[in-house]
């Protein structure tokens, strides 16, 4: 229980409360005033008989998220993005130094304002799910009673309809490209793979005979080719392999051969190629060109495989699976606008519907009808 004991110390009366926390720790808190010790203890009681005790633990924003980020069992890649967004972002900011338990659901607010001029909308909304993130733990933890990241309104964002390559201009963007790595875009515009998944590629993973490729590993940015696994279950994945790219791989082994782990892609040292230097060096340089929109990145070559199965009917599930995705509704968020027929088939599925049912079931309409208004 909970108790209050009074101490005289140079002339000046304190009154402690004292109490044991949930884990059986000493805990003390010092009041001016014996009523105010009284309330505190009993209000610490209460709050441990409901199961609702807070750790009066003095920790900033800052410190929490770093000690949040440390116990997370991350992937190389995702710690080092985590911990530059609470360096940058929390760390750096007001936010990040104010007391845990002290943040104010308006202070929370404040800051996503203030982040959001030097954000970008999808940035930020990782940013805000980072912080939402770390105060869901401390809750769990009880160092605070609620999270204060609770109704955040952020800027209006409306997310940029995918206009995918064509043919001719992945063609035109492989021929822009040194000899040496023009079959990197057309497997990558072939296979729909990850630029990590693409860089990754080996020998072995190829099966010409049964015209399949098996996706088991990744390059992460600066891993120095040192091979991960991908980046969900779902990425593991066999793709079926196409004419064109089986013909440019096979090419490509006879002129460049591989490295002596298989790699199929690597600068004529033999070295592993990195994100950076395909991802940007190279592929800006063909985009220039090539003629390419300025913008133009190797993602692009993943949108178009996609787009390329979409318009020739692949179900969404199928293409979900071929990309690695974990749902397919991410498929139909970003390429649903692209499926072909889609005014046709919904003028289709009405008029079925209604011819099924019967001229019996269709009200009159009246002779001479004009358009419907």
């Known amino acids: 229980m909970a108790s ?13 409360a004292r109490w044991r926390d949930d884990q059986g720790r000493q805990r003390k808190k010092s009041f001016s005033k014996k009523g105010a010790a009284d309330r505190h203890a009993a209000t610490v009681e209460a709050d441990k ?5 807070i750790e009066p633990r003095k920790i900033t924003v800052a410190g929490y998220a770093r000690e949040w980020a440390r116990s997370r069992p991350h992937r190389p890649t ?25 943040v104010r659901p308006s202070e929370v607010q404040a800051w996503a304002t203030d982040r959001s001029r030097v954000l970008a909308p999808t940035t930020l909304r990782q940013a805000v799910g980072l912080l939402r993130s770390v105060y869901a733990a401390a809750v769990l933890d009880r160092l605070v009673a609620s999270s204060p990241v609770v109704r955040i309104q952020l800027p209006r964002h409306e997310r940029e309809r995918v206009v995918p390559l064509s043919v001719e201009q992945v063609a035109a963007l492989a021929q822009a490209m040194p000899a040496r790595y023009r079959a990197m875009v057309l497997t990558q515009a072939g296979l729909g793979l990850r630029i990590g ?9 190829v099966d010409f005979l049964r015209r399949s490729v098996r996706i088991e590993w990744q390059f992460t940015q600066g891993s120095k080719g040192e091979r991960s696994e991908p ?11 196409p004419r064109v790219v089986a013909d440019a791989l096979a090419a490509q082994l006879m002129a460049y051969p591989a490295g002596e782990d298989g790699t199929i892609f690597a ?27 300025k913008g133009t990145t190797s993602h692009d070559l993943r949108h178009h495989y996609a787009s390329v199965l979409l318009a020739a009917g692949e179900s969404v599930v199928a293409v979900a699976e071929r990309l690695g995705h974990e749902d397919a509704s991410l498929v139909l968020s970003t390429y649903g606008h692209l ?8 003028r289709s599925a009405i008029d079925a519907a209604w011819a099924g049912a019967g001229a019996s079931s269709a009200p009159d309409v009246p002779q001479g009808a004009g358009a419907v208004r």
Do not use: C, F, W
């Open 231 to 241: 980046k969900t279950p779902r990425s593991r994945r066999t793709v079926p392999l």
């Open 49 to 53: 008989a409901r199961g609702t005790y």
């Open 197 to 205: 998944e693409l860089l990754a590629l080996r020998v072995q993973d």
């Open 4 to 16: 209050v004991e009074k101490l005289v110390r140079n002339g000046r009366t304190t009154y402690q």
């Open 339 to 346: 499926m072909p027929d889609s005014d046709d088939r919904t």
């Open 267 to 293: 600068t004529g040292k033999g070295a592993p190629l990195g994100h950076v230097y395909y991802g940007h060096n190279l592929m800006r340089r063909a985009v220039t060109g090539s003629g390419l929109p």
């Open 78 to 102: 995702t710690a080092r993005r985590t911990e530059m967004m609470i360096r940058l972002h929390i760390e750096g900011t007001r936010l990040g130094s104010r007391k845990l338990a002290d």
